[in-house]
């Protein structure tokens, strides 16, 4: 019943999920590199704190910046010796 009335929400205003969607980094993308548009790797590099996309076709890499920087919602495990 909750999941029905949620959807008609969604429905009714559809600004209330176009926020989310408009910020994840699509999986299918145009490289820049080539103009191949093809299904790239994603990752996350914690040392530029990027998120970064590779071509399959000619391994071209690009960046971009995250929505949420990474050290607030993944801390790694303190190791003490």
């Not at 969604?10 to 820049?32: E, G, H, N, T």
């Not at 530029?48 to 990474?70: D, I, K």
């Amino acid at each position: 019943m909750l999941k029905r009335f949620v959807l008609w929400l969604i429905r009714r205003f559809p600004i209330l999920s176009a926020d989310y969607r408009a910020r994840r980094v699509k999986r299918r993308q145009i490289c820049p590199a080539c103009g191949n548009s093809e299904k790239v790797t994603i990752r996350c590099d914690s040392s530029t704190g990027q998120v970064l996309c590779q071509c399959p076709t000619c391994l071209a890499m690009w960046g971009y910046n995250p929505v949420v920087r990474s050290e607030v919602w993944a801390k790694l495990p303190k190791v003490e010796e």
